[in-house]
């Protein structure tokens, strides 16, 4: 017969007596449920202790009689046909009822065939031993359990129990290993060839504080089926300096900066590939360039950024000048020799082709009393109108007339023009055209005049 099945309580008197129900006696209604507690615990025990002696077709349990279970007469029947020999021995000879103890789990086996031993197993396997009794060991040998056939939702495999610190389970398909349990981790049997997961049965999320090459490989991240979207590498030697990810609370920034187990100061490189630009940007929604790295081949020299505590900030170079190309707009005006600083650490500072000032240029700290601004032999100050269409040229240094360097205030063309020459001889309408005046010096003659050209019509005032 099978187990019996435990023993139920299907109705609380108590609760019937609470809820009015009808039939409801006044006895102690409580008290009876104390006592069909009392019976359930009783009956439930006892068919949990008979399901350790009884299986569930009703024979007897295996491995359950022992010989101290049987009785001593029943042991005097026995006496009289076996022959208890101990512990089995190889290169032993056994007869028929001979008795010994082997294995593990000290199992006793009867003799059956008169032999001489020689491998137990291999003896056992020809017949020449039976089972004759086991006694279950407190810590069970690693069982494998082999399934043959699909299972179903009603397929039971029995418990893989662990044989002990050295024993490990072994999940198999196909005959094949694939993963094992050994203390204390989860393995592959092979090293960086087994995945979790598929591109078509994905793992969601994976919770863990350290993620693991092992002895070869790199870590990737990849997408998309496998298309690799990060990976990271190990550096040359033993690494002790690695990269860290930060994130930020609501309205900060994240971080990407240097980690490390034993240097205090560490650098960061960014690299881009073969010639490629290393480029920062803003608005991932919309992106918009704001800073560009070039490549440049076989570069020697770099530009430097230093900041400073209570200083001048500097933007310098490792060699030779800074060149800023093609021009520099300063938004409110520019000082020299005072705070802020653009420098370099050596050579001259290159601006080119033009530098465009929203306000002011001052030089010196007291400008009215220092500082000098030199142009080319044809360079000039020139003032733009209001509507920004046209410049007044107001000091130019030109070549009138074959003779250079000539100083002219104004322009050709509009307004007063004023030239000073030194040079011998007197001027000519050549040299002095209609509406234009000049101080002429005449080196040859001693003379200086100033001169005006009234229609063609050369007008002079001498000088003493």
Request: with cysteine; charged share 10%.
């Amino acid at each position: 017969m099978a187990t019996p099945a435990p023993y139920v309580i299907i109705t609380s008197f108590a609760q019937d007596q609470a809820n009015n129900v009808a039939g409801r006696s006044t006895v102690r209604t409580d008290r009876i449920d104390a006592e069909f507690q009392n019976i359930a615990l009783s009956v439930n025990a006892t068919i949990t202790n008979l399901g350790l002696i009884q299986r569930s077709d009703g024979a007897l349990a295996n491995n359950i009689v022992t010989m101290g279970s049987l009785a001593a007469s029943l042991l005097a029947l026995f006496g009289q046909n076996l022959k208890a020999r101990g512990l089995w021995l190889t290169g032993t000879v056994y007869a028929a009822n001979d008795v010994v103890e082997t294995g593990a789990t000290a199992a006793s086996y009867v003799c059956l065939v008169p032999h001489t031993s020689g491998v137990f197993a291999t003896d056992r396997a020809n017949g020449d031993w039976m089972l004759f009794g086991a006694t279950v060991s407190a810590t069970p040998s690693f069982t494998t359990v082999s399934v043959t056939g699909a299972l179903t939702a009603a397929s039971v495999i029995s418990a893989i129990l662990d044989s002990g610190a050295t024993g490990q389970i072994v999940f198999r398909v196909g005959g094949l290993n694939y993963w094992q349990i050994t203390n204390p981790n989860l393995l592959p049997t092979t090293d960086n060839v087994s995945s979790i997961g598929s591109a078509g049965a994905r793992v969601v999320a994976v919770f863990t504080t350290i993620i693991d090459s092992g002895t070869v490989g790199v870590v990737s991240i990849k997408v998309n089926n496998g298309e690799t979207i990060a990976d990271f590498n190990r550096g040359a030697g033993v690494t002790t300096n690695w990269i860290s990810f930060q994130g930020s609370i609501t309205g900060g920034a994240v971080s990407i900066f240097p980690s490390g187990s034993v240097d205090t100061n560490i650098g960061l490189n960014l690299y881009s590939r073969g010639t490629g630009t290393v480029s920062f940007l803003t608005n991932i929604a919309t992106p918009v360039t704001q800073l560009q790295v070039l490549h440049t081949a076989l570069a020697t020299r770099n530009v430097t950024i230093t900041g400073s505590n209570g200083g001048n900030p500097t933007i310098g170079v490792t060699g030779g000048s800074l060149a800023i190309t093609p021009a520099v707009v300063f938004g409110a005006g520019i000082t020299l020799g005072v705070s802020p600083t653009i420098a370099v650490a050596s050579g001259s500072l290159a601006i080119t082709p033009d530098v465009v000032m929203a306000a002011t240029l001052s030089i010196g700290t007291t400008p009215a009393l220092s500082g000098t601004i030199r142009l080319p032999d044809s360079g000039s100050i020139s003032f733009r109108n209001n509507i920004n269409t046209a410049d007044l040229e107001t000091l130019a240094s030109v070549t009138i007339n074959g003779f250079a360097r000539v100083t002219r205030l104004g322009s050709g063309g509009a307004g007063v023009v004023w030239s000073a020459r030194v040079v011998s001889g007197i001027p000519t309408t050549s040299d002095i055209v209609a509406g234009q005046c000049a101080l002429w010096r005449d080196s040859t003659g001693s003379t200086t005049k100033l001169y005006y050209n009234n229609g063609g019509t050369l007008q002079s005032v001498a000088l003493t």
